[in-house]
């Protein structure tokens, strides 16, 4: 019988995932090693979560500190973490106060039910009638609710009843946000750039107009900045590009440096005043761990200006794609170290072209069946984006007409 990893997987797992067929076992800065020893360089982060590199020595270090001192207490009783963590968290982000979960989705999560009883308090709308809008293409996780707006049917499909109260606008459109305000709204959930969509930006100005039509409706600004944030797009948040301070904020990936799960709930005061004890909470939430790594990951995150990093080395891989001009890349999109390669699915699949990538040595991930995802750790290199750029060049030259395309590589289906 097999019992390597990847078939242990197929026999007791889920078959929720479809990864690339190659098992990883170790990883340091921007690299990861497969079991034949094999070297990649990470062009992927984990979803923008590994943005400090694999295994941060100063991360790991403060890891292994706070899990000799103190890791899990619950909220039952303070620790000499969480405090310090929120203030670091609310000066760099200008909030003024901060609520900590575990994953992006419980961090959302946390934003629609502050969202909801604020209307009902703050606004008087009826306690169970407030709405929430959302755009088009969003991705804010996976829990019921979440999945009840998203405009994938994939992730809803079989899994209603749905959560009810979600209206969906087209994103990057802000005449249609105007429109859509009800006298029942109560925030607009928004990305500032949408990933799992295909790294979407939106036009130049729209958080701006976001943000004065949230302002004038007297509805909140909510922005989901879980994977933008934390200097991933060249700023410490993408909303930073347009000056724009949202009423309320999401943060996560990042924030875990790489090592654990930690999200947070950012708002303003009246906002999270809604909140009293029992209300909400989360068993790890806040835990010393995991507050620990993350005050560490803002401070190497400042200390070594890497949003700026994202910001040059970002512009310069844009650049670079952008000089390609193959006939299979529709178009390159992105800001900072947060971009995405979009190709004609009649010239080659994403999956095909990131299992081409692996074989040469360079790891991403496909979204959306044509976007190529290129988000590597902010603590990349020059020298390693142009390693990026050769084996993303190298693959190109291997398409020389559309029908060459391969045939994207599907999960096998569960044994019955
Ligand atoms: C990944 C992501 C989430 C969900 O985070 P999880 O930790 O996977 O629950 C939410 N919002 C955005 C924008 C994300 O990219």
């Given amino acids: 019988m097999d019992n390597s990893p990847i078939a242990l997987e197929a026999r007791y797992g889920a078959n929720n995932y479809l990864p690339l067929p ?7 800065g921007v690299y990861l090693w497969d079991t034949s020893g094999k070297r990649y360089l990470d062009m992927m982060s984990a979803y923008s979560a590994v943005s400090f590199g694999h295994s941060h020595p100063e991360l790991v270090a403060t890891l292994c500190e706070q899990a000799n001192q103190l890791a899990v207490t619950s909220r039952a009783f303070h620790t000499d973490q969480l405090g310090p963590l ?29 969202a909801r009883k604020w209307a009902h308090r703050v606004r008087g709308i009826p306690d169970g009638s407030a709405r929430i809008i959302v755009a088009a293409g969003n991705f804010a996780g996976r829990t019921t609710t979440i999945i009840s707006f998203s405009s994938e049917a994939q992730y809803r499909s079989g899994f209603g009843p749905g959560t009810p109260g979600f209206d969906t606008v087209p994103y990057g459109d802000a005449a249609a946000l ?12 928004v990305e500032p750039i949408q990933g799992e969509a295909g790294i979407i930006v939106p036009p130049a100005g729209y958080l701006r107009a976001v943000r004065e039509i949230c302002s004038r409706h007297g509805i909140l600004m909510i922005a989901d900045e879980v994977q933008t944030g934390l200097g991933r ?10 000056d724009v301070q949202p009423d309320a904020l999401i943060l996560g990936k990042a924030l875990g440096g790489g090592l654990l799960p ?33 005050r560490t990951a803002l401070r190497i995150l400042e200390r070594d200006q890497l949003a700026q990093r994202a910001d040059e080395l970002g512009s310069y891989l844009l650049a670079r794609l952008r000089e390609l001009r193959h006939p299979a890349i529709r178009a390159v999109r992105g800001r900072g ?21 692996m074989s040469r040595g360079v790891l991403s991930k496909e979204t959306h069946q044509s976007v190529v995802r290129l988000a590597p750790p902010l603590t990349v290199t020059r020298a390693q984006i142009d390693q990026a750029l050769s084996a993303i060049a190298a693959v190109l030259d291997t398409i020389t007409s559309p029908q060459e395309s391969i045939t994207p590589v599907r999960g096998d289906a569960l044994p019955a």
Avoid: Y
């Fill in 22 to 28: 190659m098992v990883l076992e170790r990883g340091s």
């Fill in 262 to 294: 930690i999200s947070m709930f950012l708002a303003r005061t009246d906002v999270m005043a809604v909140f009293q004890p029992g209300d909400h909470g989360s068993t790890f939430g806040g835990n010393p761990l995991a507050c620990a790594v993350a």
């Fill in 337 to 357: 170290l947060l971009i995405g390669l979009d190709l004609w699915p009649q010239w080659v699949s994403a999956r095909s072209f990131c299992e081409a990538l």
């Fill in 233 to 242: 797009t060249g700023r410490l948040l993408a909303c930073n590009h347009e």
């Fill in 178 to 189: 105007a429109a859509a305000i009800g006298p029942e709204t109560a925030a607009f959930l």
């Fill in 86 to 114: 929120l203030e670091d968290l609310c000066r760099a982000t200008g909030m003024a106060r901060a609520l900590p979960m575990n994953s992006g989705a419980e961090g959302v999560e946390t934003a629609i039910k502050a």
